[in-house]
Structures are given as C-alpha cells and as structure tokens.
C-alpha cells in the first residue's frame, strides 16, 4: 500500500496457497493374454487392465477404472510445498492392475480421475495390447481372478471353471496348491467342446493359495493353465 507522499507499508502473509490449472493425467492400457471360454455359445475373454493415475494434487475419489480392486497409492513431499505448509504429504499417483472377463478382445472401456480441486479427466483405452492365441483345449479360472483378495465368512470359496475344444473334451481337472480337488469327466459320444461350472472349495485358513486347471480332448491334446 502507498501513500500520497510514496510511502510504502508492506503486509506480508497475507495469503498463501496453491494454483492448479491442470486435471490430472490419466492412462489405461489393455491386454488381452489369449485365454478366452464359452459360455452358452457367448465367447469371453481375458483382458488385464493398467489404470493409472498421476497429479500434483490427486484425489482418490474420482477415481474409476475397470479394476475393482484398491488402487496402489504413491506419495510425494515437494520441497517447494513443505516451505509453505507442514502436512506435504501429495497424493501423486493411483495405480491399478486387474484381469477381467469381457466380451469383446477390444472392450469399450474407460478411466477417469479427478484432482482435489475436482477437476476430472477421462480417458480410453490408449494401449490395446494382444497376447498368443493360446491352443485348444484351453480351460481356464474365471473366477477368481488372478492376484485377487477373496472374502468369505464361511470359508467356502465358488471358483467357476470354463472349458473349450476343438474335438470333445474328455476331462477337466482343478489344482490347489498343486492337488486335484475337482476333476470332470465328459463321454466321447455327448461332444461336448464347451462346459462352464463352479466348484465350491472349503478353505480353512487365510493364506495365498494357487489355483491351477488342465484339460484333456480325447485327440490327445492337453493344456496346463495357471
């Protein structure tokens, strides 16, 4: 402030804060690992999805990808932020990594993410990966899905299986920690060259188990499948 005769009186601190223009910067990427099951003549396929999330000033609550899972959370002190405020600790980035079932190799899908100052980006997917087309007879995990966190009260985990062969299947074999716990057999006669179905398993303690599932045509060929 200055008077007539230019004197000068300074009021310092009087405000202090931070200007944000930009939304944050959001990236989803897709892959499809080559797994795919019938189900009542409805292809499905396995896709992995990356969603990340990155801003100065990201908030977690605008956050939405394909992954159900809790994002990874990244935090960064700024030297240039812990001069002006004590709490620095920025939430700087949401990381996310899932596989879901889909009904196309190039779903429709997209991510979006919002800053603390709700200013919200949304993206598609930017990276559409392929993996190997994988050979027949292939069986796979539908559910659960690869590096998830299951919760069950009663200890009885439904994992759905699904089968498909180009001759008919002859059996269908699910593995835990290494050991058949469910084996299917199929008749040459009925050509089945899908199935899909469930297992209930009892699992007593809480730990990472490893599920694992082969499959058989009466052709002779055989699949092992993590």
């Known amino acids: 402030r200055h008077d007539a005769l230019g004197n000068q009186t300074v009021t310092p601190y009087v405000w202090r804060g931070v200007i944000d223009t930009r939304a944050p910067v959001a990236t989803l990427t897709a892959l499809f690992t080559g797994r795919t099951y019938n189900t009542s003549g409805t292809p499905r396929y396995e896709i992995i999805y990356t969603c990340r999330a990155e801003d100065q000033h990201l908030g977690d609550a605008g956050f939405d990808c394909p992954c159900s899972n809790p994002p990874t959370r990244t935090y960064e002190d700024a030297p240039w932020l812990e001069a002006l405020f004590f709490d620095t600790a920025q939430l700087v980035q949401l990381e996310s990594t899932c596989a879901v079932w889909e009904d196309a190799v190039q779903p429709a899908t997209t991510i979006s993410a919002c800053d603390i100052f709700d200013r919200c980006t949304t993206a598609d997917v930017q990276h559409l990966l392929t993996g190997p087309v ?80 082969t499959a058989r045509d009466w052709a002779g060929g055989c699949s092992d499948e993590p």
């Open 134 to 213: 994988l050979p027949t007879p292939l069986a796979v995990i539908v559910s659960p899905t690869r590096d998830s966190v299951v919760a069950s009260t009663s200890g009885v985990v439904n994992v759905e299986v699904g089968a498909t062969s180009g001759p008919p299947l002859q059996d269908v074999t699910l593995l835990l920690d290494g050991l058949p716990v469910d084996t299917r057999t199929f008749d040459p006669v009925a050509n089945v060259t899908e199935a899909s179905y469930t297992v209930p398993l009892t699992l007593t303690d809480e730990r990472t188990y490893t599920l694992q599932i």
